[in-house]
């Protein structure tokens, strides 16, 4: 390091060594003049002793900047010049490499935040997730990975063996009101323990200790995050004691956290977080935290230091089985079937490392994400190539340069390092320019994410990652364009291309052409992968959710979170649908009770009684709704018939027990794919289901009616459903509604509406369901959007690659080819005689990339729909576009070439 | 030049430079001189390997250096050593002390068999 600033103050070093040298020697000249030399001598003498101050400048410059160093800075001077000389070469090598290296870094950017990146907090590495491995005979009050029991967390914290801390936590909405009107805000439960162990510290105040998580309802306290306390708040000094509403429940502010801390799940970035014991306040009707069979947290552990992963899962698995056995022969456990009571004895504890904290974003994206790093690394290849290719074709130019070079006593590894250094010019301005280009590339890709990127913290900020990332990339661009050359330059002996005529320059013509070889191989990857990601988006979009989604609105409202006791509820959310449905914009409306097309589903298993009993094989998706929600979503009921308002219930549907309807009967609805797989396309109607697989469970639920598939969870699947009536106290609805008109008109008269029943009350979420169908499918948007371009880019490339090539061949025969025509050749066969050489190049890269794409298929296969990897269509397709271009490229220079003038062509030399 | 005088060992001019400049700062010519004087000019020195010697001790971080009046009345390079530079010395020192006091025990070895 110190010897690179050598080289900024190297003309004050040189001087200093100058006017050192010259005391020297006039001291030493004085002194031998007092014992009596004469001056000429004594100069002689003087300088002859200090050996040469030439000598000696070398020897000193090498140790200010060592030899290498200021050899390849030289180099890069006059390179520098070289490639001012040739603007157009180096814009379009420069240009190149930074496509290449911006597209990789931005991708890289989001890999790191999403996947890679450690948590920024007390020993990441040390974070390990707990998780159940089996059957676990639980809940799900909220949806999420990796859930687990709070008491399953306290029972860790005694294992102080293994862990120096286990804290657990779990994401959540609530509405918060800080003055003025609530509004939904990202929370974040956790234990006493979570501050502590991630080494965060307090900004102002305190944050939640073991004292705040004691006894259920006990510690009103919440803490803030540093950017919410900042953006929402304008830093109020007072905050420390100031009282909020969480969900119309005071509760007062501690402190605020540390700026540098975000939580632990990059994709949901926390306002506040509330203590555990608060969940009861925090999520409403949720009263079951003590409960060993209700999975709602995520655990996570910080490791002692001298504890190996390997000896925390064997030590912890004789406790684990002995808390197993202990859970059976409590009361509260339920009767299931033997087969369901082995398979949750035999589950198992899992520990895996997680020093980037646990994100359900992450779960879903970094399969794609991958791809698309992988895709670019491909394209960057690809440019890097190219810029080789450049080389080659101006390494040629100059090799008579080089070869006088050689001639005047450089060593090949010396003008090696020149070109080198060359490439490496380039790669850094085109690495410089790609890192000004990624953060916009970023903010583009992050537009495509399916989360709202208001509650994930996904930035396109330059770091010192990116930057590091994007030197190494650069650096390795500049090394692998210009090594070919490179080596190239070292391998020609050196009289034959002295002896070579000034026209005939045949420099690295073969690997010229197995550049464009593997280019095309490449292309042809990359393509194949666009026309599968984009048949899989069209493929998604003609499927469709199997419901007609225009003119459909859906919104939600969540009046517990506004104070709402359940009664009030039922009301408001009544008066709300009969303000919605005498409404002149709208046509039809209903309500459901789980969100469609959200990633999420209410899902259980049924036991079903139709002559035999028998449970089904795996979970069915369940959601309960009103009267009229088929008919407003438009899916056609195919037998029986739908719900009417005496089906709707007494009691709110819960997950163990079915509700019971007015007239005492139970009925269900059940979907197509449903029967299929169960009845065997038999009718279904009249018989019997219960909720769970339980032993004791009684089928006294009537299936009365079958709807049309429609997708649930994503657009993707197709799934066995049941339909309950909802339930008539209702609470937490998602509406949705028909509309005539425009989408604004009825936007404005369903606000109006909910203004009137309750100005306060926030709406969590408003949108079409074309944007909800868009929203859901939004990581196959992004890969087909990105695959494709990067197709296109990398078709480009190659063709320029080609073109070139074909160019530098056509006129390198000239000659050959003017004796050809002069013989009597006709212009047609001159033509397939170029076409031919092209032919054989775009042959060979295809038989290379074909064995490719079916060995890479299988990494991409599940991020596609209804088409293989291998589809023959598509393949063909890509190859036929890449072909058809190619040889259009090949063509231009080969019409040159039977353009010779046979007379010109013999006397150009 | 008398053939009494010795080429100075390999390797143990940095050593005697710093020894030179733990005794007090001094500028190159003086280093020369006062490493002939002191060893009664019995160590030539390569007055040419001199300067490289010091630009390197420099660099490695064992010598300052500053630009100050001379017993001349002119501006010279005045080095001195660095904290690092004096442990460096010592480190020196003590390795050159094994090493003579080891070549030391094979000569008594030698002398009395």
Redesign the interface.
Do not use: I, V
């Given at each position: 390091m110190k010897r690179m600033l050598n080289w900024f103050r190297r003309r004050k070093l040189e001087s200093d060594l100058d006017r050192e040298l010259q005391y020297h020697i006039d001291r030493r000249v004085n002194d031998l003049l007092h014992s009596g030399l004469l001056e000429p001598e004594a100069r002689r003498r003087a300088a002859l002793e200090l050996g040469g101050a030439t000598q000696i400048r070398e020897e000193v410059r090498d140790i200010w900047l060592t030899r290498w160093l200021r050899d390849f800075v030289y180099d890069l001077r006059f390179s520098a010049r070289s490639l001012l000389r040739s603007p157009s070469f180096t814009a379009t090598a420069v240009l190149s490499l930074a496509l290449g290296i911006g597209a990789t870094t931005a991708i890289y950017s989001l890999v790191d935040q999403v996947v890679l990146r450690e948590l920024p907090v007390a020993h990441p590495e040390r974070l390990v997730l707990i998780d159940w491995k089996g059957e676990q005979l639980a809940e799900t009050p909220l949806g999420s990975d990796n859930l687990m029991s709070y008491p399953i967390c306290r029972d860790l914290q005694q294992q102080k063996r293994f862990f120096d801390g286990v804290f657990c936590r779990a994401a959540t909405t609530i509405n918060l009101s800080t003055g003025g009107d609530p509004k939904p805000t990202a929370a974040e439960l956790v234990s006493g323990t979570y501050f502590s162990i991630l080494g965060v510290s307090a900004a102002p105040g305190r944050l939640l200790t073991i004292d705040d998580d004691q006894t259920p309802g006990s510690s009103p306290v919440v803490v803030l995050s540093y950017d919410f306390w900042k953006n929402q708040l304008g830093s109020a000094p007072d905050i420390v004691g100031r009282k909020v509403l969480v969900n119309r429940y005071p509760m007062t502010v501690v402190g605020v956290a540390a700026p540098t801390f975000h939580g632990i799940d990059v994709g949901e970035i926390p306002s506040l977080w509330v203590p555990a014991v608060m969940s009861a306040q925090a999520i409403p009707g949720f009263n079951t935290m003590l409960d060993h069979r209700t999975r709602w947290v995520q655990i996570l552990g910080q490791l002692r230091p001298d504890v190996s992963l390997a000896q925390v899962r064997a030590g912890l698995q004789p406790w684990f089985k002995s808390m197993l056995k202990e859970e059976t022969r409590r009361t509260e456990f339920p009767k299931v079937d033997p087969g369901m009571l082995r398979r949750f004895l035999a589950s198992t504890l899992e520990v895996t490392p997680a020093p980037q904290g646990h994100s359900v974003l992450r779960h879903s994206l970094s399969r794609p994400l991958w791809v698309l790093f992988g895709a670019t690394a491909v394209l960057l290849a690809l440019a890097c190539l190219n810029v080789a290719g450049l080389f080659l074709a101006r390494g040629s130019a100059r090799q008579r340069e080089v070869s006088t070079r050689l001639a005047l006593g450089a060593s090949r590894g010396r003008i090696g390092r020149q070109l080198l250094a060359d490439s490496v010019l380039l790669a850094f301005t085109g690495g410089l320019l790609g890192v000004v280009m990624a953060p916009v590339a970023v903010r583009a890709l992050i537009a495509f994410l399916p989360r709202d990127t208001a509650a994930n913290g996904l930035q396109a900020n330059v770091d010192t990652r990116m930057l590091l990332f994007a030197f190494l990339v650069s650096l390795a661009a500049g090394f692998l364009a210009g090594c070919v050359p490179a080596l190239q330059a070292g391998r020609k002996s050196l009289e034959s291309s002295l002896r070579e005529r000034g026209g005939t320059p045949s420099g690295g013509l073969s690997l010229r052409r197995g550049i464009v070889t593997a280019q095309i191989a490449f292309t042809l990857i990359l393509m194949v992968a666009a026309g599968l990601f984009i048949q899989t988006l069209h493929g998604l979009l003609a499927k469709g959710p199997g419901f007609e989604t225009s003119s459909l609105i859906s919104f939600g409202i969540q009046p517990a979170l506004n104070g709402y006791s359940g009664a009030e509820e039922t009301q408001l959310i009544r008066r709300i649908s009969e303000g919605i449905r005498n409404s002149g914009s709208t046509q039809a409306s209903a309500i459901a009770s789980v969100q469609l097309l959200l990633g999420g589903a209410w899902s259980n298993s049924l036991t079903i009684q139709s002559g035999e009993r028998f449970t089904t094989d795996h979970e069915v998706q369940m959601n309960a709704v009103t009267p009229g929600f088929f008919e407003t979503l438009g899916t056609r009921i195919v037998a029986g018939r739908d719900f009417n308002e005496h089906d709707s219930l007494d009691v709110a549907v819960v997950n163990q027990s079915l509700p019971v309807s007015k007239n005492g009967q139970r009925v269900v609805i059940v979907n197509e794919a449903f029967v299929k797989r169960y009845f065997g396309g038999r009718s279904p109607l009249g018989a019997r289901v219960a909720m769970g697989s339980a032993p004791d469970a009684k089928p006294d639920t009537e299936i009365i009616g079958v709807v049309q598939n429609i997708s649930y969870r994503n657009v993707r699947e197709q799934w066995e459903q049941a339909y309950f009536p909802i339930g008539t106290e209702l609470s937490g609805s998602n509406f949705y509604v028909r509309f005539r008109g425009t989408p604004e008109s009825a936007f404005r008269s369903i606000r109006a509406i909910l203004r009137s029943a309750d100005p306060t009350l926030p709406i969590t979420y408003f949108r079409t369901l074309d944007e909800q169908i868009g929203r859901s499918l939004n990581t196959e948007r992004m890969l087909s959007a990105l695959s494709s371009s990067f197709g296109t880019l990398a078709l480009l490339l190659s063709l320029v690659g080609l073109y070139g090539v074909m160019s530098f061949v056509v006129t390198q025969r000239r000659r050959e080819i003017g004796i050809r025509l002069a013989l009597g050749a006709t212009r047609l066969s001159t033509i397939w005689l170029v076409l031919r050489d092209a032919l054989a190049m775009i042959a060979a890269g295809t038989a290379i990339a074909l064995p490719c794409v079916w060995a890479l298929g299988r990494l991409v296969e599940s991020q596609l729909y209804d088409v293989k990897p291998t589809d023959p269509v598509t393949i063909l397709a890509a190859t036929l576009v890449l072909c058809s271009t190619a040889l259009g490229a090949a063509l231009i220079p080969a019409r040159r070439a039977s353009a010779v003038n046979p007379t010109d062509a013999l006397r150009f030399e | 030049m008398s053939s009494s005088r010795f080429p100075i060992p390999q390797g143990t001019l940095d050593m005697l430079i710093l020894q030179i400049l733990s005794l007090e700062p001094a500028?190159?010519?003086g280093i020369g001189q006062r490493l002939e004087q002191i060893s009664k000019s019995v160590v030539q020195i390569?007055?040419?390997?001199l300067?490289?010697a010091l630009?390197?001790l420099e660099?490695k971080g064992w010598l300052k250096a500053a630009?100050r009046q001379?017993e001349?009345g002119?501006?010279?390079?005045f080095y001195s050593l660095t904290r690092s530079g004096q442990k460096q010395l010592h480190v020196e020192k003590a390795s050159w002390a094994r090493l003579t006091g080891a070549v030391q025990l094979i000569f008594d070895e030698g002398a009395a068999q």
């Open positions: - | 500028h190159g010519y390569n007055q040419g390997s300067y490289p630009h390197r660099q630009w001379s001349t002119r501006e010279a390079k």
